[in-house]
């Protein structure tokens, strides 16, 4: 399948079979972040969509990658929020984003649940980010995910 990258350039991606996402996933270190730094890593995530892992997966994800699974799985997100992901894209510049334990998250049909501003900071600041990844949940939890209290001032000074 061809995919058209910014520019005229045409980068050709084809998703492998069902057998070989297998082995690839079979063949994956998870005792190491994964380092999907050019578009044949999407191999890497379809196979981890096709044969989700029962724990969140470390991978360093570089703007290339980032740029295409953001238009390739970013299908059933509510609208970009442009200030948002400006400055998500100043802290992957200024260093603050960091490994925290959030994750971006992909449903079993490998439809984006979470992160679509984390991995838009990433393709503006043009530096990649390492985060938590978690694969094969279920495409009905998309109304669950973010649902929790976010902190006040007052609670962060209190801590």
């Known amino acids: 399948m061809a995919m058209q990258a910014q520019g005229a350039e045409v980068i050709e991606f ?33 196979a981890l969509c096709e044969r989700s892992p029962l724990h969140s997966v470390v991978a360093k994800i570089w703007p290339v990658v ?9 299908t059933h997100n509510r609208p970009k929020g442009d200030h948002y992901a400006a400055l998500m894209s100043m802290y992957c510049r200024e260093g603050v984003y960091t490994l925290t334990g959030d994750t971006l998250k992909w449903s079993k049909t490998g439809v984006m649940l979470d992160g679509q501003h984390r991995l838009s900071g990433c393709v503006g600041s043009k530096l ?18 973010d649902q929790g209290k976010k902190r006040s001032p007052g609670d962060i000074l209190a801590l």
Do not use: Q
């Open 14 to 46: 084809e998703r492998p079979s069902a057998t070989k996402l297998r082995a690839i996933a079979a063949e994956l270190d998870f005792s190491k972040p994964l380092k999907w730094d050019s578009l044949d890593k999407l191999s890497e995530f379809y």
């Open 66 to 74: 980032a740029d295409k699974l953001l238009e390739l799985t970013n």
């Open 128 to 145: 990649p980010i390492e985060s938590h990844v978690v694969f094969g949940l279920s495409d009905d939890l998309f109304d669950l995910i």
